[in-house]
């Protein structure tokens, strides 16, 4: 009785360190299954239209597709350069959005992106001696 | 067959995918310090070396990488943390979404394995190729290798680096990624339509990133901006 009694009491024990080392973050397992839970959804999110459109589009749908190239790169491009980073973004006008401005116009120029990266940087360098930030 | 077309290429097959390889290789600049940066500071958020590794390994996504180490950091729960993941990540579907059409041939498994590897470098580099009618599967393979080698390394060498490395942001190293996409963006705008959608795109970009947490400013002006374009195109013929 007392044996069976404390078995039970070291099983109860042992499941609650295991559901502890599960939901406190610094748990090595839960870790580890935090970084498979974020590789299946990443997954999931990659896979999901490649594997699921199959056959001729409609031709709406195509049409919407082909510009979102043109969309993307705009938003990664811009809110880099033009909105602060942190808890409360705001426009920002400064040196990098004018960073961006000669990068932008040095891809219209010559079309090539390690230009446009060089001209950008060097914009950027420029300004950040000149004491504008 | 076709699955194994990719594992025993054609000469012509292998240099595409070179081809692509060597494409992505001026944003390799971009993305490397940050893989560096991701180490380091998910080492300091108590991972050990081969959690650090294996993130970059089996997610491979860096704004969501960053974002968990932080996370981790601030000892979040393991499901906010996935979740978290999954609504930065998010905007993968659209970008999966826009290749779909290009890869309609491809076999199942050649797809999976371009979607697992699918950033935002690789695509915009891949997605060039085919509106210019000169993409292929091949093509996008080695344009996503590039980038998942690139990636690999730089964790590694941050892991192995540590904390000796200065803050790559404090020499503006972090604008590389913004002035990637203006070189990749500015040549596309030489049609009408596309300065219509990049001007709406902007617009949403603003305010997605002015009053929407995270990154959902990505999926509104992908979306949204796009959708424009579709329904311009509808109302006037020569657009």
């Known amino acids: 009785m007392q ?8 099983a109860a024990v042992n499941l609650q360190s295991a ?30 239209p490649l594997l699921t459109m199959r056959g001729e589009l409609p031709g709406w749908l195509g049409r919407w597709l082909g510009y979102v190239p043109v969309a993307v790169f705009t938003a990664l491009a811009l809110r880099p350069i033009a909105v602060s980073a942190g808890d409360a973004p705001h426009l920002v006008a400064g040196a990098p959005l004018i960073a961006g401005l000669v990068g932008g116009l040095v891809a219209w120029r010559t079309g090539n992106t390690l230009a446009t990266i060089a001209a950008g940087m060097a914009a950027y360098w420029a300004m950040r001696l000149a004491g504008v930030v | 067959m076709a699955e194994l077309q990719i594992s025993t290429p054609a000469p012509g097959r292998a240099a595409q995918v070179r081809a692509g390889f060597l494409a992505v290789a001026p944003l390799w600049l971009g993305a490397a310090p940050f893989g560096v940066i991701y180490a380091v500071s998910a080492l300091a958020a108590g991972l050990s070396p081969a959690q650090t590794l294996a993130m970059s390994l089996f997610v491979f996504a860096g704004a969501s990488q960053f974002t968990a180490a932080g ?53 915009a580099i891949g997605v060039r190729q085919f509106l210019g009618g000169r993409g292929s599967a091949a093509y996008q393979l080695g344009a996503n290798l590039s980038m998942y080698v690139v990636w690999q390394l730089s964790t590694l060498a941050g892991v192995l680096l540590g904390r000796a490395l200065p803050d790559p942001a404090a020499y503006g190293l972090d604008l590389v990624f913004p002035l ?25 970009t603003l305010l997605g990133a002015l009053w929407l947490p995270g990154s959902w400013y990505i999926l509104l002006a992908g979306m949204g901006a796009s959708a424009v374009g579709a329904l311009l195109r509808l109302q006037i013929a020569d657009f």
Do not use: K
Request: with cysteine.
């Open chain 1, 19 to 48: 559901i502890c080392n599960l939901q406190s973050p610094g748990g090595t397992m839960s870790i580890w299954l935090t970084i498979a839970g974020m590789a299946a959804v990443t997954l999931l999110v990659r896979a999901l």
């Open chain 1, 3 to 10: 044996i069976a009694e404390r078995r039970a009491q070291s």
């Open chain 2, 71 to 123: 996370m981790f950091a601030a000892a979040a729960a393991p499901a906010a943390i996935v979740v978290t993941t999954l609504i930065i990540n998010a905007r993968h579907l659209l970008l999966a979404a826009s290749l779909a059409p290009y890869l309609r041939r491809s076999g199942g498994w050649v797809r999976l394995g371009l979607a697992a590897q699918l950033t935002d470098e690789s695509y």
């Open chain 2, 180 to 204: 990637t996409f203006i070189g990749l963006l500015v040549p596309l705008l030489r049609r009408r339509d596309s300065q219509a959608v990049a001007a709406a795109a902007a617009a949403l």
